[in-house]
């Protein structure tokens, strides 16, 4: 079994064999990431890393990724510190980036950006976010946390918590768990629901999803609660985020008797409160962690 998929721009783009090929080899990667291991499989190997969004746990983690594999990288981490700021367009530097690495991860505040950029390179793209789109590997990170610390993805049932309008990883994070045919509840404000296309999407390929603003309802069962916080960034209206904010507050009284695992793509506000870092409930720096042998997993398998 091989990994064929030049680019990693949208999970939509990932057959469930592709995903377990990633996770496989992820675990592989695992002892490298702790250092337990040494490896120079990706020695010479230069990954250009365009940051046009804030990043703290994607970028260094493929940073680390990279360098874990005997590689380096090259780039910005804001487009202040690059020639965007003397009125460079997206296309040329993408271009003049591209020639310079052997793969490039871009993340962008504009929807569809990696796409665009996959077409006007050689090297393969990684898509590290595109504004309320797609984060294919931070989903690929959060399935492997769900198998490592759970077991079979498709026995699972996941509550996906909080702004699931904006938030880009429970957009493709939906996608992956119906390719797994996990049940899945979606627990939002009315005005921060999952979008209807992918509700659409979901029940086109057979996958009925409970919605509720009550997160009560779903804490009997769901063996995940994937919380994410109320993106300020993504509101047009400032009065509307205020209307919302800290919607769900998830903390150790409100857990009592559930034997769900806590989530979360980091980095969080309010929706999750500190007595849970050190509980078994919490499990998001460890989930932040696994980005590590993920990444390096994708990387391996792109980079040729």
């Given at each position: 079994?091989?990994?064929?998929?030049?680019?990693?721009?949208?999970?939509?783009?990932?057959?469930?064999?592709?995903?377990?090929?990633i996770?496989?080899?992820?675990?592989?990667?695992?002892?490298?990431?702790?250092?337990?291991?040494?490896?120079?499989?990706?020695?010479?190997?230069?990954?250009?890393?365009?940051?046009?969004?804030?990043?703290?746990?994607?970028?260094?983690?493929?940073?680390?990724?990279?360098?874990?594999?005997?590689?380096?990288?090259?780039?910005?981490?804001?487009?202040?510190?690059?020639?965007?700021?003397?009125?460079?367009?997206?296309?040329?530097t993408?271009r003049?980036?591209?020639?310079?690495?052997?793969?490039?991860?871009?993340?962008?505040?504009?929807?569809?950006?990696?796409?665009?950029?996959?077409?006007?390179?050689?090297?393969?793209?990684i898509?590290?976010?595109?504004?309320?789109?797609?984060?294919?590997?931070?989903?690929?990170?959060?399935?492997?946390?769900?198998?490592?610390?759970?077991g079979?993805?498709?026995?699972?049932?996941?509550?996906?918590?909080?702004?699931?309008?904006?938030?880009?990883?429970?957009?493709?994070?939906?996608?992956?768990?119906?390719?797994?045919?996990?049940k899945?509840?979606f627990?939002?404000?009315?005005?921060?629901?999952?979008p209807?296309?992918?509700?659409?999407?979901?029940?086109?390929?057979?996958?009925s999803?409970?919605?509720?603003?009550?997160?009560r309802?779903?804490?009997?069962?769901?063996?995940?609660?994937y919380?994410?916080?109320?993106?300020?960034?993504?509101?047009?209206?400032?009065?509307?985020?205020?209307?919302?904010?800290?919607?769900?507050?998830?903390?150790?009284?409100?857990?009592?008797?559930?034997?769900?695992?806590?989530?979360?793509?980091?980095?969080?506000?309010?929706?999750?409160?500190?007595?849970?870092?050190?509980?078994?409930?919490?499990?998001?720096?460890?989930?932040?962690?696994?980005?590590?042998?993920?990444?390096?997993?994708l990387?391996?398998?792109?980079?040729?």
């Open positions: 079994m091989g990994f064929n998929l030049k680019n990693i721009i949208s999970i939509k783009d990932f057959s469930k064999r592709d995903i377990e090929y996770l496989k080899l992820a675990e592989e990667m695992e002892p490298i990431a702790r250092s337990k291991e040494k490896s120079n499989a990706l020695s010479g190997s230069i990954l250009g890393m365009l940051f046009y969004e804030a990043s703290t746990r994607t970028r260094l983690s493929f940073e680390t990724a990279i360098k874990r594999l005997g590689g380096s990288t090259v780039g910005f981490a804001e487009a202040g510190t690059s020639s965007v700021t003397k009125g460079e367009n997206l296309t040329d993408v003049i980036v591209g020639e310079y690495t052997d793969a490039l991860v871009i993340r962008h505040n504009m929807e569809g950006t990696a796409r665009y950029v996959a077409e006007m390179v050689d090297v393969p793209v898509n590290a976010g595109d504004g309320a789109g797609q984060h294919p590997t931070q989903t690929l990170l959060d399935l492997y946390t769900m198998k490592r610390i759970l079979d993805i498709e026995e699972l049932h996941v509550a996906l918590v909080g702004d699931l309008k904006y938030g880009r990883t429970v957009h493709s994070l939906s996608y992956a768990l119906a390719m797994f045919g996990a899945m509840s627990v939002s404000p009315p005005e921060l629901k999952m209807r296309e992918v509700l659409h999407d979901l029940a086109a390929a057979g996958v999803v409970q919605e509720t603003e009550d997160i309802d779903v804490l009997n069962y769901a063996d995940v609660l919380v994410t916080r109320i993106q300020k960034e993504r509101f047009p209206d400032p009065q509307e985020y205020l209307k919302i904010k800290g919607a769900y507050t998830i903390d150790s009284k409100i857990l009592k008797g559930s034997e769900a695992i806590v989530m979360h793509p980091l980095p969080r506000v309010d929706e999750i409160s500190h007595d849970l870092d050190n509980t078994p409930y919490g499990r998001y720096f460890q989930q932040a962690f696994y980005g590590v042998p993920v990444r390096m997993a990387l391996k398998s792109i980079i040729k």
